[in-house]
């Protein structure tokens, strides 16, 4: 109902409880194919792994096509670790928001709260090199780039190194990592 813009969703969203703790979101973003869901997938696994009564739910939002108006919401095909009782995992789409989020993001945040996860993870669309749009969801941001930047200035370019908590450098088995 939230993601659909429905109106019952506006009472809906009024009604849900608060929690006193709200779970931690993690907002992660980068260049599309610098392997976000694959990190994920990792982050994840080992999330699992090490806290055994803990609950995560994923929010992978993939781009909307302006000419057919679909989206690939193919994400979760790199997450082999979503396959738990305790991950939730949703694939939405943009929904020509030029933001790389959907206007409805905040009410689905909010709903995952109230569902009472220990953990939210908020994956963008691929982005270039002026969205930031995650900072303003989340409450730890990571940046995920590949060595293959282009020139050392074109690092002057990319907004979200400016607010980033944190940068992976993904894929750093290809020529130029050491420098990235």
């Keep these: 109902a939230v993601e659909d813009g429905q109106a019952e969703a506006r009472d809906l969203l009024g009604r849900l409880p608060r929690r006193e703790q709200p779970a931690p979101v993690l907002g992660v973003t980068g260049t599309g194919g610098s392997g976000k869901s694959s990190l994920i997938d990792e982050l994840l696994r080992r999330f699992l792994s090490d806290f ?96 293959e930047f282009g020139a050392p200035t074109q690092l002057e370019k990319i907004g979200m190194l400016d607010y980033a908590d944190l940068v992976a450098i993904n894929k750093f088995d290809r020529k130029g990592a050491q420098d990235a």
């Design 52 to 147: 055994p009564q803990r609950s995560v739910a994923i929010v992978s939002v993939d781009p909307t096509k302006r000419k057919t108006g679909g989206a690939l919401l193919g994400d979760r095909i790199r997450m082999n670790a979503i396959d738990s009782p305790r991950v939730y995992m949703r694939s939405m789409a943009t929904r020509d928001q030029t933001s790389g989020l959907p206007a409805c993001i905040d009410g689905v945040l909010s709903v995952l709260q109230a569902a009472g996860f220990d953990l939210i993870v908020l994956e963008t669309p691929g982005i270039g090199q002026s969205d930031t749009a995650v900072v303003d969801h989340s409450d730890l941001s990571l940046y995920v780039m590949t060595p």
